[in-house]
């Protein structure tokens, strides 16, 4: 597998993965130009995209998602509680034109609805040409929001962000992958002495906020292997956080924990586009 992060933040998310037949897009929360600029860089456009997975409702994750209905050749795949928000959304806020236009992809089978199995924090595991998905519990303030883990010719890519914590349970799921894009959103102090509302730091900090750099790695400790060749720092807010610290937090952590990295590529991701990485 190839990936290459087009942006990540809160000012828009969106990711590519390429399987040795198939391109698949994680989010599109940022412009339909935007999405194709970066898509040229690799003989690509949205033509030639295959599938669409949508972690959450939240702008920064789905702005130029009315425009992906209308490329028939994108199968979506979406929680059943997140397109319910878009659509709830869309009603109210957007024009109706782009409502209909949700409303007739709703039976078409372009769009693939998530359910979370019964009894059990997690979702179905989908086989998909020549990759295979299993669909991830996350915890943040959106009706459903969920994460990813792609494997292919037997590598893995796990994909989590906008989440307050991670479940436990997933870590068997998620042990030694082959890549972590994984939130690091926030130093705690940093968020604390910020400007920003007192609602939105309670809200961040919750189980239902974002991940602070310290619980991300932490996160990371429990999950890094040997298979492990590539982590990326994600959704790293603009204001209150720092490479530096990040860094500073990611080997305290790692080293207290025992865990060899020198074999591990860290990326700190920001709104401007990765290199494409060979996982």
């Given at each position: 597998?190839?990936?290459?992060?087009?942006?990540?933040?809160?000012?828009?998310?969106?990711?590519?993965?390429?399987?040795?037949?198939?391109?698949?897009?994680?989010?599109?929360?940022?412009?339909?130009?935007?999405?194709?600029?970066?898509?040229?860089?690799?003989?690509?456009?949205?033509?030639?995209?295959?599938?669409?997975?949508?972690?959450?409702?939240?702008?920064?994750?789905?702005?130029?998602?009315?425009?992906?209905?209308?490329?028939?050749?994108?199968?979506?795949?979406?929680?059943?509680?997140?397109?319910?928000?878009?659509?709830?959304?869309?009603?109210?806020?957007?024009?109706?034109?782009?409502?209909?236009?949700?409303?007739?992809?709703?039976?078409?089978?372009?769009?693939?609805?998530?359910?979370?199995?019964?009894?059990?924090?997690?979702?179905?595991?989908?086989?998909?040409?020549?990759?295979?998905?299993?669909?991830?519990?996350?915890?943040?303030?959106?009706?459903?929001?969920?994460?990813?883990?792609?494997?292919?010719?037997?590598?893995?890519?796990?994909?989590?962000?906008?989440?307050?914590?991670?479940?436990?349970?997933?870590?068997?799921?998620?042990?030694?992958c082959d890549c972590y894009i994984l939130e690091s959103n926030h130093d705690p102090d940093m968020l604390l002495h910020s400007t920003r509302p007192y609602h939105l730091k309670i809200r961040i900090l919750s189980d239902?906020?974002?991940?602070?750099?310290?619980?991300?790695?932490?996160?990371?400790?429990?999950?890094?292997?040997?298979?492990?060749?590539?982590?990326?720092?994600?959704?790293?807010?603009?204001?209150?956080?720092?490479?530096?610290?990040?860094?500073?937090?990611?080997?305290?952590?790692?080293?207290?924990?025992?865990?060899?990295?020198?074999?591990?590529?860290?990326?700190?991701?920001?709104?401007?586009?990765?290199?494409?990485?060979?996982?």
């Open positions: 597998m190839k990936i290459v992060v087009f942006a990540s933040g809160s000012s828009g998310n969106a990711t590519l993965i390429r399987t040795k037949n198939r391109n698949i897009l994680i989010d599109c929360g940022i412009t339909k130009k935007a999405i194709n600029d970066n898509l040229s860089k690799y003989g690509l456009s949205l033509v030639d995209i295959n599938y669409l997975f949508i972690t959450h409702e939240h702008i920064d994750h789905i702005k130029s998602f009315p425009q992906m209905l209308k490329q028939s050749n994108i199968k979506i795949y979406i929680s059943k509680g997140t397109l319910d928000a878009i659509y709830r959304q869309y009603y109210k806020e957007k024009k109706n034109n782009e409502c209909e236009i949700i409303n007739n992809r709703l039976s078409n089978n372009s769009i693939i609805v998530i359910q979370r199995m019964e009894d059990s924090i997690f979702y179905p595991k989908y086989v998909i040409d020549d990759f295979s998905v299993q669909v991830l519990p996350i915890f943040h303030d959106a009706m459903e929001p969920i994460g990813f883990l792609f494997e292919s010719e037997e590598k893995r890519i796990c994909y989590i962000t906008d989440t307050g914590y991670v479940h436990q349970d997933l870590n068997k799921v998620l042990n030694n239902h906020g974002h991940l602070s750099n310290e619980n991300s790695m932490v996160t990371l400790a429990n999950l890094i292997g040997d298979n492990t060749k590539l982590v990326m720092h994600a959704h790293v807010s603009e204001e209150c956080n720092l490479s530096p610290i990040i860094e500073m937090t990611r080997k305290r952590v790692l080293d207290g924990y025992g865990i060899n990295y020198d074999n591990i590529t860290f990326v700190i991701l920001t709104r401007r586009a990765t290199e494409e990485f060979d996982i």
